[in-house]
């Protein structure tokens, strides 16, 4: 009878080492998922960067050769706007709707050459 309370005697401070562990990587794995959940966001997607390009490739068309962008305007994903704000600056606007309807809008300005 001896023998068997020692072997099935379980301390209490091994208990509460558990929990404290248990605690401990409960917290570590919250912070893992909040880092992974502010990384992968939709901002951070590989489709976001290439609407993004799409819209700066556009805007430096529109610089170059603005009348090949005549052809695009047609195109109801794509709207250009220009806008004076005075004599030195001008803005131009342009709002880009890709395959998947995700919405990409972005301003630049330029200063009007004397």
């Known amino acids: 009878m001896v023998l068997s309370?020692?072997?099935?005697?379980?301390?209490?401070?091994?208990i509460l080492e558990s929990?404290?562990?248990l605690t401990i990587i409960s917290i570590c794995l919250y912070f893992a998922v909040m880092i992974f959940a502010s990384v992968y966001t939709p901002k951070t997607s590989a489709k976001f960067y290439s609407t993004q390009n799409k819209v700066n490739e556009l805007f430096y068309l529109q610089q170059i050769k603005s009348d090949s962008l005549n052809t695009e305007s047609d195109n109801e994903n794509l709207l250009i706007e220009e806008e004076t704000i005075n004599d030195d600056?001008?803005?131009i606007s342009i709002q880009y709707k890709d395959?998947?309807?995700?919405?990409?809008?972005k301003s630049f300005y330029v200063q009007n050459p004397k």
């Open 19 to 21: 929990v404290i562990a």
């Open 89 to 91: 600056l001008k803005k």
């Open 99 to 105: 395959s998947s309807q995700f919405k990409f809008q």
């Open 5 to 14: 309370k020692r072997y099935y005697k379980v301390p209490a401070n091994s």
